[in-house]
């Protein structure tokens, strides 16, 4: 199915309020994400994407079939982490299991290398999450570890696991490699 990346728009609230109020989406986030889900959580998101600091953040829309069902972004390290990125996404789950979160975020790290000063995109999806790890592994991430005890979701701790994907060319090194 085809799909756009393209900045955040105030017009996508309807779209965003929509796909987002969904518990099973909301599982695989971080807890800023909230469920229930508000036409003014979607308000006050949409602010934040369209606002943010591009020497720190990028925010894109996932756009199916003319409306935003989902997004994607890019959270840019600083001091010695000044050439990483951390990728975190969503996608609304009519649109599961179809290609497209895979196949933005190939396009996604594509853009974010040729764009930015970057050498290393890496995301940490929950343990239990296991169509998050398939759509980084077939976008080209490694499994680096698990981090044990790293989230505490709902009232549980769980592991999580660090994915990196390395820009075309890089070699790692250093006087202790």
């Known amino acids: 199915m085809e799909f ?11 779209a965003v309020a929509r796909y987002a109020n969904n518990p099973k989406v909301a599982a695989n986030l971080r807890d800023i994400f909230p469920y229930p889900y ?3 959580d979607a308000e006050e998101f949409l602010q934040s994407c369209i606002h943010a600091d591009p020497s720190r953040q990028c925010f894109r829309a996932i756009v199916i079939q003319g409306e935003a069902a989902g997004s994607i972004s890019l959270s840019f390290g600083s001091d010695i982490a000044r050439r990483s990125a951390e990728l975190g996404y969503w996608l609304a789950e009519p649109f599961w299991g179809q290609g497209i979160m895979t196949a933005a975020v190939r396009q996604f790290c594509e853009y974010g290398f040729a764009s930015y000063d970057l050498v290393r995109i890496h995301a940490e999806p929950f343990v239990y999450n296991l169509a998050s790890c398939r759509v980084l592994e077939k976008a080209g991430f490694q499994k680096e570890g698990t981090m044990r005890c790293s989230v505490y979701k709902r009232g ?14 890089c070699v790692s090194g250093g006087p202790h490699s």
Do not use: I, N
């Not at 549980?156 to 060319?169: H, P």
């Open 38 to 40: 508000t036409r003014q």
């Open 156 to 169: 549980v701790l769980w592991d999580s696991y660090l994915y990196a994907r390395l820009k075309t060319g």
């Open 4 to 14: 756009e990346l393209r900045p955040w728009r105030m017009e996508d609230v309807e």
